[in-house]
């Protein structure tokens, strides 16, 4: 069945189609122009993967799982002078740091490969240890450095946002509307204070709402057309002037001569003419 299901496919797609060796202009280019030149040095790779020499070898430890204080300096070594050859028949300079490694851990082999006696062993220190101590070192500061570019840093993981007003900007100031019950409990303030001067008139008082209308008129534009609530009561009257004079400014507002404006919630109540500026 394999076969019979092989026979059937069409060629094209049994057989690997060759891949372009580039794109120009939109168009794939198959073969190579025979008169292409390519300067030997027109290919330059930079290898930036490795900060130095340090860098490097704990690059190899990691790869072969290598213990670090027990360092197999052979195989480190053969591993770093096939790294060194391979950059040198690729036309790489290296820097001197690199060529001084070399040189450091050829000496470290040839110690380790010299014989020892007996006598002396104990006392000669081991060849390895600076090397050691010095990529032990380098692997704190380099899991420091790590840690420290992993914190959020201004400009790079977070930007700060900053805005300055027009010069036009005003800002609107929204003023709160007076609730009735605030007006009653401003007036039962003021009639708690006209008591204290509230006596026994044998004539009847002839208060007119009118006229206490033309007078809160008056005095306002004398308060150049604001003035707080309670001023505009005598509280001196008694109780039926504080209610005449309360009619009064009702019917102002009523008929829109004057406004009841509060600054701020909560806040004192005053009395303002419509037309008139705080």
């Known amino acids: 069945m394999s076969d019979t299901l092989s026979d059937s496919l069409p060629d094209s797609l049994t057989i690997q189609q060759p891949l372009p060796l580039a794109f120009v202009r939109g168009e794939a280019v198959l073969e190579r122009p025979e008169d292409l030149y390519i300067p030997p040095d027109a290919l330059e790779i930079l290898l ?3 900060e130095g ?13 290598f213990d670090i204080v027990d360092l ?49 062993e104990d006392e000669e220190a081991d060849p390895r240890a600076e090397l050691i101590r010095r990529l032990q070192e380098y692997e704190v500061f380099k899991q420091a450095a790590t840690e420290l570019d992993s914190l959020p840093r201004d400009e790079r993981d977070h930007f700060t946002a900053k ?9 609107l100031l929204i003023l709160p509307d007076v609730d009735l019950a605030e007006l009653t409990l401003a007036l039962k303030d003021i009639v708690k204070r006209a008591k204290d001067f509230q006596h026994h008139h044998i004539k009847r008082e002839h208060l007119s709402t009118r006229e ?17 609530f309670s001023a505009c009561f005598d509280v001196t009257e008694g ?3 504080v209610v005449v004079t309360f009619l009064a400014m009702l019917e102002l507002t009523k008929e829109k001569l004057v406004e009841i404006i509060q600054v701020e919630a909560y806040g004192q109540i005053h009395v303002k003419l419509k037309d008139a500026e705080a």
């Open 163 to 171: 805005a300055t007003l027009a010069e036009n900007f005003a800002p």
């Open 239 to 241: 109780r039926e002037g």
């Open 212 to 228: 206490r209308m033309s007078r809160i008129l008056d005095l306002l534009s004398a308060h150049q057309g604001y003035l707080a």
């Open 72 to 120: 197999p300096v052979n195989e480190i070594t053969l591993q770093y002078m096939e790294y060194i050859e391979l950059m040198q028949g690729l036309n790489f300079e290296l820097a001197a740091e690199y060529l001084v490694m070399a040189a450091m851990l050829a000496e470290i082999k040839s110690r380790l490969l010299l014989p020892r006696h007996s006598e002396v």
């Open 53 to 65: 020499p340090l860098d490097f070898l704990l690059y190899l430890i990691r790869k072969h799982k």
């Open 48 to 50: 930036d993967a490795f």
